[in-house]
Structures are given as structure tokens and as C-alpha cells.
């Protein structure tokens, strides 16, 4: 137990479906993250927050919204996602998102996404 | 940019063989370094930090030395188990960036 929880733990849906991808960190960490990790690809870095601000955006398509309410939930909401979308959406979460060691990393268990 | 190279894989090895699985780096300052493993199914876990030349981290019998003068952070074990079985990322964090990743190294261990 890493002490970041994500659900669902798998999704399947369709290209014309919305759904989000829910991510909650017990940790007191002031910082969040979305990854991507497709098969045969590096991880990809999606989004990064620090104390519920965006820091980071690396050009994520716009059907990819992620919202950070408070310092402890992340969401990533989807909507008219493609097949090549399918993938691990990996959460994590930080004491701090730079600066060494306060950067050290724990991470979900990921939500395994189809997309039909 | 500062990034980082990891052996490529698959890795396939015998129970109670030696492992090594090569990182070099590339980074502005002075990084700390890190790996962390995914078993399957899960998400990363952190394995072991060094935060400076010289340092050693080490954790469930893997080490890595942080080695300044060869810009490398290269993960060890003396006698692998089939449940070391798993994917194996070297990272590095350097000043004001985000964790950076290798692109993994898959380890299986057969019995």
C-alpha cells in the first residue's frame, strides 16, 4: 500500500463515451501527477500539480482534462478518446514537485483503459 | 535536456544469477538518482535513492552506486529471485524539472 489509491482499476469505453479516472493520495503531499505508460513506450509525464495548480502540461490532447480539487484527489476526465489512447494511467504523488529528494515519488496502481 | 539511458530489454536470468542493469545519465548540476521497480500489474515503487557522488543506495539486496565521474547509477544484485521478476526504471531528479525516466528494463527470472 503506497498510500495512492486509483479507481476504477480498470475501465473499457467506447470513443464517444465520457468517463474520469479518479486518483486520492493519503500522504499530505502538496503535489500530483498523471502518467501515461503504453506498451513498448516510455512513461509519460501528462500533467503536474502543486498545491491544486497545473505546473506542467505536456502537450496533452484536449480530450485528456485533469482537475485537482484539493491537494489530496486528482481526476483525469476523458471524452471521444481514440483506440491508440488505450493504455496504464499511472497517478502519483510528491512532498514537493521539484528540489531532490522531496520529489521521491509514489505511485498508484494505475487504471488499466480500452478504449473500443 | 537532462535525461537517461537504460540497457535495453528484455533481461532473462536463472535463479540465483548476478544482475546488473546499466544507467547512464545526463543532467545539469548535481541530480539525485533513483530506481524504481513495477511488478506486474502494479504501479512504480521506489527501489533506492542516492542524493550524491559517491552514495550507495540499496534496499531487498539491489544496490546502485551513484559514480559522478562515469555519469552512472548502475543496479546490482548478487543472487536474483523469480519474484525480482518485474520492470526496472532509472530516474533522476535535477533542479527545478519534473522526475525523469528511462524507458525500463524488463527482468524475468526463471526457475
Not at chain 1, 513506450?41 to 501528462?46: F, H, I, N, V, W
Not at chain 1, 484527489?73 to 476523458?78: A, D, K, M, V
Not at chain 2, 543532467?27 to 552514495?55: C, H, I, N
Request: net charge neutral.
Amino acid at each position: 500500500e503506497t498510500g495512492v489509491t486509483q479507481t476504477p482499476r480498470h475501465l473499457v469505453m467506447g470513443m464517444t463515451n465520457k468517463k474520469s479516472l479518479k486518483c486520492e493520495q493519503h500522504l499530505g503531499h502538496n503535489a500530483m501527477y498523471w502518467y501515461k505508460q503504453s506498451a513498448k513506450k516510455p512513461l509519460e509525464l501528462m500533467f503536474v500539480y502543486s498545491l491544486e495548480e497545473r505546473v506542467e502540461n505536456n502537450s496533452v490532447p484536449s480530450r485528456f482534462s485533469p482537475e485537482c480539487p484539493n491537494s489530496s484527489h486528482l481526476f483525469l476526465h476523458l471524452h471521444t478518446l481514440q483506440p491508440e489512447d488505450s493504455a496504464l494511467y499511472l497517478c502519483a504523488s510528491s512532498q514537493d514537485w521539484t528540489s531532490g529528494a522531496k520529489n521521491i515519488q509514489y505511485f498508484g496502481a494505475g487504471t488499466r483503459l480500452s478504449v473500443l | 535536456g537532462d535525461s537517461v539511458t537504460q540497457m535495453e530489454g528484455p533481461v532473462t536470468l536463472s535463479e540465483e544469477a548476478f544482475l546488473t542493469i546499466n544507467c547512464t545519465y545526463t543532467a545539469t548540476g548535481y541530480p539525485s538518482l533513483f530506481w524504481y521497480v513495477q511488478y506486474p500489474g502494479e504501479g512504480l515503487q521506489l527501489l533506492l535513492k542516492a542524493t550524491k557522488a559517491d552514495d550507495k543506495g540499496s534496499n531487498k539486496g539491489f544496490e546502485a552506486t551513484y559514480r559522478k565521474e562515469t555519469t552512472s547509477f548502475h543496479l546490482e544484485k548478487g543472487s536474483v529471485q523469480v519474484s525480482d521478476s518485474a520492470v526496472y526504471f532509472c530516474a533522476l531528479i535535477s533542479g527545478n524539472t519534473p522526475l525523469v525516466f528511462g524507458k525500463g528494463t524488463r527482468l524475468s527470472v526463471i526457475a
